[in-house]
């Protein structure tokens, strides 16, 4: 089974890239558009999926940063999420995120920056170890 | 100004509304502050437009200005269009070549005009490393007709190619082979999306061939034209209970439960034709509801068999 794995390949110059996977593609889209509105310094890529594994057909870039859209009002929505995340590498995980979209945007694009490596003094691997201990900030803190 | 040129604008300006025409103007860039200070746009549209003819006039006008207006305009209204995807695929062992616009819009506009003699080639770049290339069509013995052009766009940094569907479809295999020419790659392959695709080349879909399957079975279902006006479905169900969880008090229960379930929209067809490319559902959706419209019915008996 393919597996996603933090770290394993090779960053592209200044260019930071996110996957949102989700069953509502408006929703994905939407969450895209207003990330890509923000203003960044690093180039954006935004993939959208529906679910996980991605097809293996295609060449893409390192992967910064997964974000799983959940809509909890959707039994079919959380079923996707569950099977995707067996996919993913435990030590993906950074937490969760809720909120108006536009707030949540402009935290998704600063921790995207963070794990792309495109903010000096923190790096992805600070990330990971400052947010499972718990005297380091939450999510919402960054 | 050429009669058919002032003809061509004079349309193209008729098309936009009141008030998106400044707007439109501005990104044109052909008149200038001046000109476009002199107009009242409160008129009634004939005579603004009228007045923008002359101005057109005064600044000689060419074709290839019309044009430009024409690829603004369908920029503003992109999403009236319906738009065929082109992927292009690398042969093997094919290098990635460094992509220069410069060389791509003069081999593009040779290749079309040495098989095609009566061609209008436009072009206008856009900020995310995109090209729209606009192309009116003549034939050996007759001039460009300007009013059913095909749009291609462009993104040069993908090997995506977005072409809006045009009634003169026999021109597609010419334009084919001219990507084909310039890139040096296997043919095209065509994969007709029909969806509102956001053509932000920042924002890339992982799951194309997905979207594809579901829209094919939601179109294979519910068919192309609009569905029957419903408000509502009605199941009554006189089903044993069925549950997954061991020692649920109701799943020893011999007896059918008896329940009823409602579905009611304002279009409840098209909301059901909505659920799986909106994502909330799974194509195919469940024969009991896809089979409203064949069985022309729609309450339902439904008993354990």
């Keep these: 089974m393919s597996v996603l794995r933090p770290l394993d390949k090779l960053p592209s110059l200044n260019t930071a890239t996110i996957l949102l996977v989700g069953t509502e593609d408006a929703l994905l889209q939407q969450l895209a558009d207003s990330m890509?509105?923000?203003?960044?310094?690093?180039?954006?890529?935004?993939?959208?999926?529906?679910?996980?594994?991605?097809?293996?057909?295609?060449?893409?870039?390192?992967?910064?940063?997964?974000?799983?859209?959940?809509?909890?009002?959707?039994?079919?929505?959380?079923?996707?999420?569950?099977?995707?995340?067996?996919?993913?590498?435990?030590?993906?995980?950074?937490?969760?995120?809720?909120?108006?979209?536009a707030t949540m945007a402009q935290r998704l694009v600063r921790m995207l920056q963070i794990c792309a490596g495109h903010v000096p003094g923190v790096s992805a691997l600070n990330l990971l170890s400052l947010l499972r201990s718990s005297e380091g900030p939450s999510l919402e803190d960054l | 100004m050429d009669e058919t040129v002032a003809e061509f604008i004079k349309r193209t300006i008729l098309k936009i509304p009141l008030n998106e025409l400044t707007t439109i103007l501005k990104a044109w860039d052909f008149l200038s502050e001046n000109q476009l200070q002199t107009v009242n746009f409160r008129q009634r549209k004939e005579s603004v437009v009228q007045h923008l003819i002359h101005l057109c006039e005064e600044k000689r006008a060419s074709l290839n200005d019309a044009a430009l207006l024409?690829?603004?305009?369908?920029?503003?209204?992109?999403?009236?269009?319906?738009?065929?995807?082109?992927?292009?695929?690398?042969?093997?062992?094919?290098?990635?070549?460094?992509?220069?616009?410069?060389?791509?819009?003069?081999s593009f506009k040779k290749i079309l005009q040495r098989a095609l003699k009566n061609v209008t080639v436009s072009f206008r770049e856009t900020e995310e490393n995109a090209v729209w290339i606009r192309i009116a069509w003549g034939t050996q013995y007759t001039k460009p007709n300007q009013y059913k052009p095909t749009y291609v766009v462009y993104y040069s940094q993908t090997p995506y190619a977005f072409k809006s569907?045009?009634?003169?479809?026999?021109?597609?295999?010419?334009?084919?082979?001219?990507?084909?020419?310039?890139?040096?790659?296997?043919?095209?392959?065509?994969?007709?999306?029909?969806?509102d695709i956001n053509m932000d080349s920042r924002i890339i879909h992982e799951n194309i061939v997905e979207k594809e399957r579901v829209q094919?079975?939601?179109?294979?279902?519910?068919?192309?034209?609009?569905?029957?006006?419903?408000?509502?479905?009605?199941?009554?169900?006189?089903?044993?209970?069925?549950?997954?969880?061991?020692?649920?008090?109701?799943?020893?229960?011999?007896?059918?439960?008896?329940?009823?379930?409602?579905?009611?929209?304002?279009?409840?067809?098209?909301?059901?034709?909505s659920l799986a490319p909106a994502g909330i559902a799974d194509a195919p959706l469940s024969p009991l509801l896809t089979c409203i419209p064949n069985k022309r019915k729609n309450y339902f008996k439904i008993r354990d068999k």
């Excluded at chain 2, 305009?73 to 690398?90: A, E, I, L, N, R």
């Excluded at chain 2, 295999?173 to 310039?182: D, I, N, R, S, V």
């Excluded at chain 2, 329940?259 to 279009?267: D, G, T, V």
Aim: charge should be neutral.
């Design chain 1, 36 to 101: 890509l509105k923000e203003d960044c310094a690093s180039e954006l890529k935004v993939h959208l999926a529906k679910s996980l594994p991605l097809p293996s057909s295609v060449n893409r870039p390192r992967i910064d940063l997964i974000v799983f859209v959940v809509n909890l009002h959707s039994k079919y929505s959380l079923q996707n999420t569950e099977e995707s995340l067996r996919h993913v590498d435990a030590s993906f995980f950074l937490g969760k995120v809720e909120g108006f979209r």
């Design chain 2, 70 to 106: 024409d690829i603004i305009y369908t920029q503003f209204h992109q999403h009236q269009k319906v738009w065929d995807v082109f992927q292009m695929s690398k042969g093997p062992g094919e290098d990635v070549d460094l992509f220069d616009m410069k060389q791509f819009k003069n």
């Design chain 2, 165 to 195: 569907s045009s009634t003169l479809r026999r021109n597609t295999p010419l334009l084919g082979q001219t990507f084909e020419t310039h890139n040096s790659a296997t043919p095209l392959q065509e994969r007709s999306l029909g969806l």
């Design chain 2, 216 to 273: 094919r079975i939601t179109q294979e279902t519910f068919g192309d034209y609009p569905q029957p006006q419903l408000e509502f479905a009605q199941y009554k169900l006189e089903t044993k209970f069925k549950s997954d969880l061991n020692g649920s008090i109701l799943a020893e229960r011999e007896e059918p439960l008896r329940c009823l379930i409602k579905f009611s929209s304002p279009h409840l067809l098209e909301a059901l034709k």
